[in-house]
């Protein structure tokens, strides 16, 4: 629909005006030719995942082009084949009217996403509309789970760059492969990765590891909103999306990753620990991270030097299951094992070409492209006809709703309309509490 091709359409340009907004300016060819290798990896997924997979990863970690963002996240998390393999199903749960008790409370939610964006604005707007159905459906795919405050502005980050059937299996992969069991009643598993990023928080930073144990500063005290909302309310605009770049091709160690660049950023010598004497401190030191930790080109260059694997984390995890059974007993919910990023997805459940084919949904005849042979045939009978007959012939291009817009020059749009664009995470002034 058409206000689904605007809404879609503005998060585009806001997304690139962004871009040339941050610390770190691309110049527009590099970001072109940047396209152009994405689009070649797009139409090949399956043979760059199995040869190539260490030059996508570096491909993710320089940024991938605003304009292919989201096709890219519905590929690397394995929602382009989940969403092909279920045809119809999205639209099966969007008909259903849901509980009546996550719905009220999702519509209680609406208005904290974002609220200064576009598409996110208007209350009833086609942004909310849009994130309602989305985690509706997600209510309804897994009623065992209901609805989490958390998962909310994760759904509004997809919403900005796809549309809503898209951003539904994109949150199902992040939800059941990427993050499993943090939305789940208890918060176990993300209770479980404070106790991992505690524990590997010892090797990066001692000197931050042993301040937050002096004051008994337990990590599910800083550290849940950071990794339950994948840093979308805690970042810059730009420094979130670069995260979630890598994220979404990397695993969960992108996650683990920025949270030790900004524990031991601000609690890593003992001249930042001056400032930050007792627990209450270091909680409101922890609330306010310092801009320039958080800046794009800093934080990106951090999270890719540090040498934290997934082999580091799985073997931490293993011994916080542990010690969580000596002293809590077996786990309450019982999650799916974690799968470490876009190459091990696919590895576990390998599509078929047909489930990577692209679809493009936007065609438009451009006066400037190449004639064929078929056209020029046909212009050439058209000589004989009067001018005025020739423009009653001529029909206006085909147009279908597009979820990514295309690659073109977006700088015509931006001569026309004034887009303001945020650099920061626009949290609600509200109080959320995800415990």
């Known amino acids: 629909s058409l206000p689904m091709v605007s809404n879609h359409l503005f998060a585009y340009i806001c997304d690139f005006v962004s871009h040339l907004?941050?610390?770190?300016?691309?110049p527009i060819e590099v970001l072109r030719q940047r396209e152009a290798k994405w689009l070649e990896m797009l139409n090949s997924w399956d043979k760059w995942m199995a040869k190539k997979h260490k030059k996508m990863k570096e491909r993710c970690q320089k940024g991938v082009p605003p304009s292919l963002r989201g096709r890219a996240w519905l590929y690397l998390t394995g929602g382009k084949v989940r969403r092909e393999q279920n045809q119809g199903k999205?639209?099966?749960?969007?008909?259903?009217?849901?509980?009546?008790?996550?719905?009220?409370?999702?519509?209680?939610?609406?208005?904290r996403q974002f609220p200064f964006h576009e598409m996110f604005a208007a209350r009833g707007g086609h942004g909310q509309q849009d994130l309602l159905r989305v985690l509706k459906a997600y209510t309804l795919h897994r009623p065992e789970e209901g609805y989490c405050q958390a998962q909310a502005p994760i759904a509004a980050?997809?919403?900005?760059?796809?549309?809503?059937?898209d951003a539904f299996w994109v949150l199902v992969q992040i939800c059941e492969k990427y993050l499993p069991g943090y939305y789940s009643a208890g918060l176990e598993a993300i209770q479980l990765d404070g106790e991992i990023l505690y524990a590997l928080l010892r090797r990066v930073s001692p000197v931050a590891h042993r301040h937050l144990k002096k004051?008994?500063?337990?990590?599910?005290?800083?550290?849940?909103?950071?990794?339950?909302?994948?840093?979308?309310r805690t970042l810059p605009w730009a420094s979130v999306l670069r995260v979630w770049d890598m994220f979404l091709c990397e695993g969960v160690k992108i996650i683990f990753r920025v949270g030790l660049v900004l524990l031991k950023s601000m609690l890593g010598s003992q001249e930042k620990l001056k400032a930050c004497q007792g627990l209450y401190e270091t909680m409101?030191?922890?609330?306010?991270?310092?801009?320039?930790?958080?800046?794009?080109a800093f934080l990106v260059e951090e999270i890719i030097e540090l040498m934290v694997s997934e082999k580091d984390i799985e073997k931490e995890h293993h011994a916080q299951l542990r010690h969580w059974k000596e002293t809590h007993g077996d786990l309450h919910c019982k999650s799916p094992p974690r799968v470490h990023g876009a190459k091990a997805i696919m590895a576990a459940e390998p599509p078929s070409r047909q489930d990577l084919r692209q679809r493009p949904t936007f065609i438009v005849e451009s006066p400037l492209a190449?004639?064929?042979?078929?056209?020029r045939a046909e212009a050439s009978k058209e000589n004989g006809k009067s001018k005025a007959?020739?423009?009653k012939t001529i029909k206006p291009p085909q147009e279908t709703a597009n979820p990514?817009?295309?690659?073109?020059?977006?700088?015509?749009?931006?001569?026309?309309?004034?887009?303001?664009?945020?650099?920061?995470?626009?949290?609600?002034?509200?109080?959320?509490?995800?415990?």
């Open 90 to 111: 999205f639209q099966e749960l969007d008909n259903q009217p849901g509980d009546p008790k996550w719905v009220d409370i999702i519509e209680r939610d609406l208005h």
């Open 21 to 26: 907004n941050s610390a770190e300016e691309i």
């Open 215 to 232: 004051h008994k500063l337990e990590p599910i005290l800083y550290m849940t909103e950071w990794f339950m909302c994948a840093f979308s």
């Open 370 to 375: 190449p004639q064929t042979d078929r056209v």
């Open 284 to 296: 409101e030191l922890l609330r306010a991270i310092r801009p320039q930790y958080m800046e794009e």
């Open 157 to 165: 980050v997809l919403l900005m760059h796809m549309p809503a059937e």
């Open 404 to 435: 990514y817009f295309p690659p073109g020059d977006p700088s015509p749009f931006l001569n026309h309309m004034t887009v303001k664009a945020s650099k920061e995470s626009l949290s609600s002034a509200e109080h959320d509490t995800y415990l």
């Open 389 to 391: 007959e020739q423009q």
